[in-house]
Structures are given as C-alpha cells and as structure tokens.
C-alpha cells in the first residue's frame, strides 16, 4: 500500500504537504464564500462541487506533470512559445470579454485564459536562457538581451489586456535575472529604464483617461468599472485607460475615512473587506461564519483572503502566508541540490511565480496594493487557471525528483572517501 502511495506521491514531501493544505483551506474557504453563486444558481453545492472537480483535474495532471524528466520541458520551449503567442493575438482580437477586465477563450465549457499559459511559458524560456549562458562568472552579458527579446513578443499582448498580470510577470523575470546573476550593472540599467517607462504609462493612463463615472448607487464597485468601461470593438489598449486611471485615482486619494462616513455602494470591495478584516479579532468568526461574502462580489477569488482573515483571524492569515513562503524556500533548496542549472531556474521561477501573485493578492486584501484582479494561487476559486498553477507545482516536484536523486549519488560517491580516511 505504501509503495502504491509513494509511486503517486513522488516528489518533495514538504511540497506537497504544503499543496495538500492549500487544496484544503481553498475547499473550506471557496465553499464558503461562494453564497453569492449560490444564491444566483439556486444549488448551494454546485459551485464547490465544480471546484472540487477543477482541483481532481488540475491534481491529475499535476501527477502526469511530475512524472516527466526536465529535459522534456526544454524540448516544450518553442512549441509553448508559439502557441502563447497564437492565442494571446487571438484573444485579443476574438476573445470574450468579462467585466472588461480580462480577455477569455472559451474552452470545453470553461472559460480559458491564455496569458495563464503565457506567464509558465515566460519562465520557461528565462530558465533555458540562463542556464544556456551561464559562465564562471554568472550569466553571460548577452543573456539579458535574449530575455528581453523573448519578453517583448509576449508581455505587451498580455499588458494590453491585463496590466497588473504583466507588471508581476516582469518582476519574476527580474528575480530570475538575479537568481541567474546577470551583471549588476545590466541589471541596474534595466530598473532605470523600467522606473521611466512606469512613469511615462502611468502619466499617459491619467492624461488620456477619463473618470469611471458610478452609473447606479446600488452597484459595487466591479459592476461600476464595467459599466463605465464598455469599449467599442476594436478599441484597441486604449478602452483600459479609464480603467486604470479610475484605479490608480482611488489608491492615491485613499484617505483616513470615518466608518460612518463610509459608501458602501461606491467602494463596495474594498469597504467590505476592511470591514471582514475589521471584525475578525485574532481567531475569527469560524470557518462558515463570514458575514461579508454575502456583499464582496469576488468573495471567492479576488478577495478570498479577506474572507480567510475574518473566518480564522490573524492565526488563519498567517498560516496561509506561511504556506507560500515554505514553499519557495523549499524549492529554493530543491534548486541548490540541482547539479544542472535550467531544473533550478525553473523551479525557482515557478515559485517565485506563484508566491509573488500571492503577496500580490494579500496586499490587495488588505488595502495595500490598488485592486487588481488577481487571484489567490491554490486557494481561489478558478477554472484553467487553478488547474495551470496545479502543473505550475508538478514541475516544482519534477525537479525535486532528480535533484534528490542526484544528491544521493552524491553520498554514495562521498561514502567510500570517508571510509578510507
């Protein structure tokens, strides 16, 4: 029986323990804060039953994913390439749009993202760029230029469409770079460049946008954007401005407000999530017992740690940011065991990649970030995106599979030395 366990739960333990309680919390938490699809389908198990499904699917092809050897994710480099591409121009000319924010393919019944593809695809091909370049030294002085090259076929078709997606692929992609040792001086130029070129979008978003009027007291704030928001077909980049002005407006003016003084209509997401984190103490109302999912419109995605927070107090909330950073400390471990170099930039990448997002989503929770749309990766309820974060962490467990291996044929060639000394 144990042997059978173990020939499916191959990999890093600690890994998937880690994976194993996200998985949970993500069951408990979704099915509570999804009162609001409930109450529009009328079927109280129906939404976690379709995420239970999601996660048996993603699991799947998590197990499928870790049972493949590195050397075939290089070999999947240019054909991920290709097809990122393909469907990133695809969906920006014949996509579904939802709430304008995100652009979507439709797919066997879900609602298909590609930039989710786009972001593994991005660190893919970071990782063989730089173990491909490295020296004595650290990576080559050339190793940047071909990143770069790779990173402007891919990040604007998802900027255009998703900005906050794009800024944190850039970041995992600079921490990759660091990781990679790319010079310093290469990499100093770079954040300089990026500086003005955040300065110069930021200052075009506030002169060629306009105000996100609120066309209806009733709506929240996700309905408000929306609404304000319609662009005609083939708008081009430009039908976002509004959007991210309207964004960037409301994190800059955020003031010192007085509850009673507080619009609930106007500022209904991030009200009501100051609010669930407000009244949650340190142990929480309970899992089961949030107030405020009744009332966020995300509660299940984008704001479901604010859900998390009210349910388990400070406890709940630390154990979860505990989660994501033992998981890429220990792939950071899984990475120093590698004896080649693309298994650890891949690894690490795809950690980086995951708890980035989570931070991210955190932040935006408790009002620290400006709201994105991001969700919490593992935990949120999603359809192709939870089941690519699954494969995200097959490969995590794909590299610990060799790197272990590896470190024990190196105690077995390190045992005969220290017999005969």
């Given at each position: 029986m144990n042997k059978k366990l173990g020939n499916i739960f191959k990999g890093d333990k600690v890994i998937w323990m880690v994976f194993f309680f996200l998985c949970l919390i993500s069951i408990v938490e979704v099915f509570s804060a999804s009162s609001g699809l409930t109450y529009k389908g009328g079927n109280y198990m129906a939404p976690i039953i379709k995420h239970i499904l999601i996660l048996g699917v993603g699991i799947f092809f998590m197990v499928v994913t870790l049972n493949i050897k590195c050397k075939y994710f290089k070999i999947a480099t240019p054909i991920l390439l290709i097809i990122s591409v393909t469907t990133l121009i695809w969906v920006y000319f014949a996509g579904q749009a939802t709430n304008d924010a995100q652009r979507w393919i439709s797919f066997l019944g879900m609602q298909f993202q590609p930039s989710e593809i786009a972001k593994g695809t991005m660190v893919l091909a970071t990782a063989q760029i730089l173990s491909a370049m490295q020296t004595d030294n650290g990576a080559d002085k050339h190793a940047m230029k071909y990143i770069l090259f790779v990173c402007a076929g891919i990040i604007p078709l998802i900027a255009a469409e998703n900005l906050s997606t794009a800024a944190l692929l850039c970041v995992v992609i600079f921490f990759m770079m660091v990781v990679g040792q790319v010079p310093a001086q290469q990499l100093g130029k770079l954040i300089g460049i990026v500086v003005l070129g955040?300065?110069?979008?930021?200052?075009?978003?506030?002169?060629?946008?306009?105000?996100?009027?609120?066309?209806?007291?009733?709506?929240?704030?996700?309905?408000?954007?929306?609404?304000?928001?319609?662009?005609?077909?083939?708008g081009g980049v430009f039908h976002r401005f509004d959007t991210w002005k309207s964004r960037i407006d409301k994190f800059l003016n955020s003031k010192e407000v007085a509850p009673e003084d507080v619009d609930l209509d106007k500022d209904a997401q991030v009200a009501h999530a100051n609010i669930a984190i407000a009244s949650s103490n340190v142990i929480g109302k309970g899992p089961g017992n949030s107030v405020e999912r009744d009332f966020l419109s995300q509660a299940f995605s984008d704001f479901i740690y604010a859900i998390i927070i009210e349910e388990t107090g400070i406890v709940g909330a630390f154990f979860v940011g505990m989660l994501y950073i033992i998981l890429l400390f220990r792939t950071g471990r899984i990475a120093n065991r590698c004896e080649n170099n693309f298994p650890a930039f891949l690894a690490m990448g795809l950690a980086l990649l995951l708890v980035t997002q989570a931070l991210f989503n955190m932040c935006v929770a408790v009002g620290l970030a400006p709201v994105t749309g991001q969700p919490l990766p593992l935990v949120s309820k999603g359809g192709t995106s939870s089941i690519i974060n699954c494969v995200y962490i097959g490969v995590i467990l794909s590299v610990s599979r060799s790197a272990k291996k590896n470190a024990t044929a190196d105690d077995e060639k390190m045992e005969p030395a220290t017999i005969r000394a």
């Amino acid at each position: 029986m144990n042997k059978k366990l173990g020939n499916i739960f191959k990999g890093d333990k600690v890994i998937w323990m880690v994976f194993f309680f996200l998985c949970l919390i993500s069951i408990v938490e979704v099915f509570s804060a999804s009162s609001g699809l409930t109450y529009k389908g009328g079927n109280y198990m129906a939404p976690i039953i379709k995420h239970i499904l999601i996660l048996g699917v993603g699991i799947f092809f998590m197990v499928v994913t870790l049972n493949i050897k590195c050397k075939y994710f290089k070999i999947a480099t240019p054909i991920l390439l290709i097809i990122s591409v393909t469907t990133l121009i695809w969906v920006y000319f014949a996509g579904q749009a939802t709430n304008d924010a995100q652009r979507w393919i439709s797919f066997l019944g879900m609602q298909f993202q590609p930039s989710e593809i786009a972001k593994g695809t991005m660190v893919l091909a970071t990782a063989q760029i730089l173990s491909a370049m490295q020296t004595d030294n650290g990576a080559d002085k050339h190793a940047m230029k071909y990143i770069l090259f790779v990173c402007a076929g891919i990040i604007p078709l998802i900027a255009a469409e998703n900005l906050s997606t794009a800024a944190l692929l850039c970041v995992v992609i600079f921490f990759m770079m660091v990781v990679g040792q790319v010079p310093a001086q290469q990499l100093g130029k770079l954040i300089g460049i990026v500086v003005l070129g955040i300065v110069g979008v930021i200052a075009l978003v506030m002169i060629l946008g306009k105000d996100v009027q609120q066309p209806d007291e009733k709506n929240n704030l996700t309905e408000q954007v929306a609404a304000a928001s319609e662009k005609p077909k083939g708008g081009g980049v430009f039908h976002r401005f509004d959007t991210w002005k309207s964004r960037i407006d409301k994190f800059l003016n955020s003031k010192e407000v007085a509850p009673e003084d507080v619009d609930l209509d106007k500022d209904a997401q991030v009200a009501h999530a100051n609010i669930a984190i407000a009244s949650s103490n340190v142990i929480g109302k309970g899992p089961g017992n949030s107030v405020e999912r009744d009332f966020l419109s995300q509660a299940f995605s984008d704001f479901i740690y604010a859900i998390i927070i009210e349910e388990t107090g400070i406890v709940g909330a630390f154990f979860v940011g505990m989660l994501y950073i033992i998981l890429l400390f220990r792939t950071g471990r899984i990475a120093n065991r590698c004896e080649n170099n693309f298994p650890a930039f891949l690894a690490m990448g795809l950690a980086l990649l995951l708890v980035t997002q989570a931070l991210f989503n955190m932040c935006v929770a408790v009002g620290l970030a400006p709201v994105t749309g991001q969700p919490l990766p593992l935990v949120s309820k999603g359809g192709t995106s939870s089941i690519i974060n699954c494969v995200y962490i097959g490969v995590i467990l794909s590299v610990s599979r060799s790197a272990k291996k590896n470190a024990t044929a190196d105690d077995e060639k390190m045992e005969p030395a220290t017999i005969r000394a």
